[in-house]
């Protein structure tokens, strides 16, 4: 970590004065503005390229500030915050009126967590001070880019648009948070991420529902097409990748390859990265691939679809729309 007690409190005073601030999470690298400043908060959307009505998350230091963002919380929020925070959870919760439109998107929601990274809540804390306060942080990249989970990958994509970019090191987690809805009649999760949701069933009593319909509200990550690379990107079964393989070595076409196995042969047309075999390592390493393949200028980007099972959820999540949004300038 190369960010000091110093950089903290600069980066507090540049969002008390409205600029953007790049943040770690243990997720992935936040761009962040003062939550309660509408001007702060658009910077965030003209910085990203983001659409308006796409709603942010709020970070806060403590569950204790909950109340200052959601009204009618239910007392499982608390519960899970508990379990949960500081952690991968983001709860979706009924919005108070002061809460920026800017933030919500309109919405009568707003998307709440408590960051699981020391130097993300020594920020927080040192922004928050003695009053209430939060800071409203999207992924900290060009909208519907790759996330970036180095402080590098934030400088390469946004650079000057942002005052400052604190640097944490690697993100821990390597994806972004579970999303929970909490303010319908059903706790549904929108967005899957890294948190157990059998964990997250113990403490509602019920299991979630995936998905949460066509009333559900807007979320981040939510689009079909997101954290794309600009080379195309093309997700395979198993016993599809050798034949993808030798198809690219007959064309002459140099591609890029993820699996959680050892190359069968080394060639110069393939630059060929073994992922662990694990979800949570696969997603660890996910978008540092994904960017470092990125630089290789390949024709594609091959990716060996992981196990359809629930622990890998999130990870085929994000692999999915990566395919979708992949290949654009």
Known sequence: MDSSAADIRRAADLLRAGELVAFPTETVYGLGADASDPAAVAKIFAAKGRPADHPLIVHLPGDDQIERWARDVPPVAYELAEAFWPGPLTLILKRQPSV????????????????????ALELLREFSGARWSGVAAPSANRFGHVSPTTAQHVRED??????MVLDGGPCRVGIESTILDLSGARPAILRPGMVDVGAIAQILGEMPAIGGGAAA?????????HYAPRTPLLLVPGDGLAI????AIAGREKIAVI???EAPLQHDLIAWRRAPADAAGFAHDLYANLHDLDRLGCARIIVQSPPQSEPWRAVMDRLKRAAAGSGHA
């Open 158 to 163: 946004l650079g000057a648009a942002v005052a």
């Open 244 to 247: 993808a393989v030798r198809n």
């Open 217 to 225: 509200p807007r979320v981040a990550g939510s689009l079909d097409a």
């Open 100 to 119: 920026p439109d800017a933030v919500t998107g309109g919405q009568d929601t707003v998307g709440l967590r408590v960051p699981g990274h020391p130097l």
């Open 259 to 261: 699996s959680c196995f």
